[in-house]
Structures are given as structure tokens and as C-alpha cells.
């Protein structure tokens, strides 16, 4: 286990009386990429700023190195943030920009040089360094402020929902690039998205909060397959999520039936949440499983095909290469490692099928969430 770099320890902070994060704890380590994810308005750029030093909490402690800097102003802090808005002088050229926090501090001439020549190479913008800003375009912008953040040699980089601003396949390659980038210095990462797949991609831990408080901390992989609670499993990927019941270890009944399952230590018939992935579910003849439905909407997604089944009034979401036509009677095959049993939470009935599940809903709830984020970040301008 590496060293703990930054250590918050019951931060409690409330914006207008309301508390956004109460008795707040998390630790971060040494070279990590961390990211903190969740939906708008979960707190997760309240964290990010308290690392900062931008938030000063109503309560507890901030550590870095297991020194308290909670009444350490930002500009002395070893941590440098970079925003959704990069804040480049526009009126300084690109080996300017880079250059600025270091001669704020002093450094010489030649030293400046070499490493903002060494910034630009490793954000592959060698031969810019003379181009005004308003030349660049977005993905290059969001380079030149990582380069100007990583030439003051900060132990921490912050990173503010730094690719909202950019267009998909943009976003992709500067997913990539800041990965690189970040196991190429060595540098703690701590990135702040509501973005699943970017979290998954990117992270080797990701933090998932809802509500100012932490949901699950984990891998990507563990956050993905183990989710701890019905909000982790809808908000982590797609899920059907099942009420069910536990009759023992390895045995759980759901939709109806008795399955065998991986999962122990529940007790005897204990309520619990069920999670099956789409991706895991089998399409067969209807009278080749116990499980069978109508399909009620198929899409079409490139590498396969999204199902809505009707199972008894559930409605299951499947993605599967096989198609099948709306209105076709089929079965649903499951394996033990295809079902993943939760303990009941806060969260239980509020997610579960997708009776109200459309591409145009899903659509609109992500340029609502995407609008909010421009509005925060508005807000935290003014």
C-alpha cells in the first residue's frame, strides 16, 4: 500500500445553512489517480476545493504528508487545480502561460526554458510555444493549462471536470493522454466527473458519492462487478435491479425463482437487492429457461443490440450481439456469476427496471446533468 498523501478527516461544510458535506472522511495515496464521481450537486467539487484550500470547512482537517494545512492559504499548498475553464491569459502566448507560475516564484531564465520545452513535449504541443492562446483549439487549450499546472512541480494535480467542455472524441483522446500523463510523472490525479465511463477508464481508485456522503470506494472493476448499494449499480453502468430474497448462502430467490448465486454471509431468507448486468444476460428459447418475456423495443448500438423485455410487468434491460424482434416471446438464461446480491439500503426502490427507459429520456437527463455543471461552474465565478 503506498503512503498517504492527503488525508480529509470529518469535514463538514454547509453553503447558506444547508450542509453539503457532514463529517466527510477520505484518504488519498501517494501516485494515485483518484477520481471522485457522482451526480450534480453530491459534493464532489466541495472535496476537491477543500483540498485546494479554496473551501475553508466549517469542521475538521485537511493533512498533506500528515501535516494539518487546513488554515494553509491555496498559493501554499503543493497542489495545483485545473478547471472546466482553463483560465489562459489570453493575452500571453502559449510558452508564456507555462511559464508564468514559475517566474512567480523566482526561477531563472534558463531553467524556465527547459522545462517549459519539457512540458510542451510531454503534452505533444512541441513547436507551439510561440502561438497565442486564441489560436488553439479546445483540446490543445486544456494541454497547455495541464502543462502550466505541472511545471510548478505540484505533489497533487486537481482536475475539475476538465473535459466537460469538449466534444466526444476529444474527450476520449484527453482521457487517454491525461492517464499517460499522469503514470508518466508519478504525480497524484484526484479528477472530479459525473462521467462513468470516464472514471472507469482512467482510475486506478474511484470514489463514488451521492448526497455529500461516500457511496463505495474501489477499482474501477471492483465498483463495476461488486456494487455495494443500489445507487452505485444504476449510477456505475446499466443494471436491473431486483427485489429478491436470500435462502441461504448461494441461493437467492428472484423474479419468481430459485437461483444459485456467489454471494454468502446474508442469513436465512433475508430481503436483499439483486444486480444483473445487461451485458450478462443470455438470450434463449422461451422454453429453454425459467425466466421468459416479450420484447418491447429493440436499439441498435453498433457492437450490439439494446432490449427492453417485459418479464411478469419487470422491465429488463439486455444487451446481447443476437437480435430479436419486438413483440418475440424469448427466455432469459442466468449463471451463478451473472447475479450479484446486495444488501437493502436507502436506495432500494428507487432504481430498478426501465419502464421508463428511452434513448430521448436518457438524452435529456445527460444534457440536464451537463447544464447544471455549466451552471455551477458559472456560479463559482461569480
Not at 99 to 113: N, Q, V, W
Request: glycine share 10%.
Amino acid at each position: 500500500m503506498k503512503d498517504t498523501i492527503i488525508s480529509l478527516k470529518d469535514i463538514t461544510v454547509s453553503y447558506d445553512g444547508e450542509q453539503v458535506l457532514g463529517g466527510f472522511n477520505l484518504e488519498i495515496h501517494d501516485g494515485e489517480f483518484v477520481t471522485l464521481l457522482g451526480p450534480s450537486g453530491c459534493g464532489k467539487t466541495t472535496v476537491l476545493r477543500t483540498i485546494a484550500g479554496f473551501i475553508r470547512p466549517d469542521a475538521g482537517d485537511v493533512f498533506f504528508n500528515d501535516k494539518n494545512i487546513t488554515d494553509l492559504p491555496p498559493h501554499k499548498r503543493e497542489v495545483n487545480t485545473i478547471f472546466q475553464k482553463y483560465a489562459l491569459f489570453p493575452h500571453l502566448n502559449v510558452y508564456e502561460n507555462i511559464a508564468f507560475g514559475m517566474r512567480l516564484k523566482g526561477r531563472g531564465e534558463k531553467e524556465i526554458k527547459g522545462t517549459v520545452q519539457e512540458m510542451l513535449a510531454m503534452v505533444n504541443l512541441t513547436g507551439y510555444a510561440h502561438r497565442g492562446v486564441g489560436q488553439l483549439s479546445g483540446g490543445q487549450q486544456q494541454r497547455v493549462a495541464i502543462a502550466r499546472a505541472l511545471a510548478n512541480e505540484p505533489k497533487v494535480l486537481l482536475l475539475d471536470e476538465p473535459l466537460g467542455a469538449l466534444d466526444l472524441k476529444l474527450r476520449k483522446d484527453m482521457q487517454a493522454e491525461l492517464k499517460k500523463i499522469q503514470q508518466c510523472t508519478g504525480i497524484t490525479f484526484v479528477f472530479v466527473t459525473h462521467d462513468q465511463e470516464e472514471a472507469l477508464s482512467m482510475s486506478d481508485t474511484v470514489v463514488v458519492m451521492d448526497g455529500g456522503v461516500i457511496q463505495q470506494i474501489g477499482s474501477p472493476t471492483d465498483i463495476y462487478n461488486e456494487p455495494e448499494n443500489a445507487f452505485v449499480a444504476d449510477f456505475i453502468g446499466e443494471s436491473n435491479i431486483l427485489d429478491g430474497v436470500m435462502l441461504e448462502d448461494y441461493s437467492v430467490r428472484v423474479a419468481g425463482h430459485s437461483f444459485r448465486c456467489l454471494d454468502s454471509g446474508f442469513g436465512r431468507n433475508t430481503p436483499v437487492d439483486v444486480v444483473i448486468r445487461p451485458e450478462d444476460i443470455k438470450v434463449v428459447e422461451a422454453d429453454a429457461t425459467r425466466i421468459v418475456g416479450d420484447v418491447t423495443a429493440v436499439t441498435f448500438k453498433g457492437v450490439h443490440y439494446e432490449m427492453i423485455v417485459d418479464v411478469a410487468g419487470f422491465k429488463w434491460m439486455i444487451q446481447s450481439t443476437e437480435c430479436r424482434q419486438v413483440g418475440d416471446h424469448i427466455g432469459l438464461a442466468l449463471t451463478p456469476n451473472d447475479i450479484h446480491v446486495m444488501q437493502k439500503s436507502e436506495y432500494s426502490g428507487v432504481f430498478g427496471d426501465y419502464s421508463t427507459f428511452s434513448d430521448e429520456m436518457e438524452e435529456d437527463r445527460t444534457a440536464s446533468e451537463e447544464a447544471n455543471i455549466r451552471e455551477e461552474g458559472d456560479a463559482d465565478e461569480i
